[in-house]
C-alpha cells in the first residue's frame, strides 16, 4: 500500500536559517504530493501540492519538487521565521477515485529568534 | 476558511460508552473523511465517505462506525470507547480530483 516517510523530528532553528525536511514516499500509481502545515491548537491547512513529475509547488516562500526518480518531495525553505514554528507534514493521493490521503507521521519544526 | 464545524471540540467520556462526533460543512463537498491523530503516527484515516450513504473503511476502523444522511453531516461513532480510542480526531472534506483538502479544527476525546 502507499505509505509516506518523513523526516523525524523536532526540528530546532534559528531564524533565518535554511530548512529542508525530507519527504519520501511509496505509491502504486502516479500520486499527487502535497504539504500540509498544522499550527498550534488548529487542524492542518494546505502548504503547497504539486500533481505531476517535476512539477513545483511554492507558497509563503516554501519550496518543493515532485521528483519521481527518487520519489522524494522534500520541503525547502531559504530563510525561516518564527512564524514558521508549526507541525509539517506531507502527504499523498493516488488517482483512484476516493481521493483519500496518506500522510507522514508529521515533523515539528520550532524557529527561536 | 472552508466552512466545515467539528462538534464537540472536546469530550471526556467513559469507558465502554458510545460517543457520536459530529463534522458539518457548508461546501456542498462529495468527499468526507474522519481521521485520527496520535504522536509518532502522524493522521490515520479511521472511515471516508463519497457521497449520501456512501461510506467505506480507512485504515484504523475497527471499533468505528460512519453515517452520511446528508451531503453536509458526517457522523463517526465510537461504539463502545475504549482508552485507546483517546485522541485528536479531525474531518476534512474535499470536491476531489486531487484538490485541496480542508480540514475542521479537531475534536480532542479523553477516554477514562
Known amino acids: 500500500g502507499d505509505s509516506v516517510t518523513q523526516m523525524e523530528g523536532p526540528v530546532t532553528l534559528s531564524e533565518e536559517a535554511f530548512l529542508t525536511i525530507n519527504c519520501t514516499y511509496t505509491?502504486?500509481?502516479?500520486?499527487?504530493l502535497f504539504w500540509y502545515v498544522q499550527y498550534p491548537g488548529e487542524g492542518l491547512q494546505l502548504l503547497l501540492k504539486?500533481?505531476?513529475?517535476?512539477d513545483k509547488g511554492s507558497n509563503k516562500g516554501f519550496e518543493a519538487t515532485y521528483r519521481k526518480e527518487t520519489t522524494s518531495f522534500h520541503l525547502e525553505k531559504g530563510s525561516v521565521q518564527v512564524s514558521d514554528s508549526a507541525v509539517y507534514f506531507c502527504?499523498?493521493?493516488?488517482?483512484?477515485?476516493?481521493?483519500?490521503?496518506?500522510f507522514g507521521t508529521g515533523t515539528r519544526l520550532t524557529i527561536i529568534p | 476558511d472552508a466552512g466545515i464545524t467539528q462538534s464537540p471540540r472536546h469530550k471526556v467520556t467513559e469507558t465502554g460508552t458510545p460517543v457520536t462526533l459530529r463534522c458539518h460543512q457548508t461546501?456542498?463537498?462529495?468527499?468526507m473523511y474522519w481521521y485520527r491523530q496520535d504522536p509518532g503516527h502522524g493522521l490515520r484515516l479511521i472511515h471516508y465517505?463519497?457521497?449520501?450513504?456512501?461510506?467505506d473503511k480507512g485504515e484504523v476502523s475497527d471499533g468505528y462506525s460512519v453515517s452520511r444522511s446528508k451531503t453536509e453531516d458526517f457522523l463517526l461513532t465510537l461504539e463502545s470507547a475504549t482508552s485507546s480510542q483517546t485522541s485528536v480526531y479531525f474531518c476534512?472534506?474535499?470536491?476531489?480530483?486531487?484538490?485541496?483538502?480542508?480540514f475542521g479544527q479537531g475534536t480532542r476525546l479523553t477516554v477514562v
Open positions: 476534512a472534506i474535499t470536491p476531489g480530483q486531487n484538490t485541496e483538502a480542508f
Open positions: 465517505s463519497y457521497g449520501v450513504k456512501d461510506t
Open positions: 461546501e456542498n463537498h462529495r468527499y
Open positions: 502527504a499523498l493521493s493516488e488517482d483512484f477515485g476516493n481521493e483519500k490521503l496518506t
Open positions: 504539486a500533481t505531476k513529475a517535476d
Open positions: 505509491a502504486t500509481g502516479y500520486p499527487s
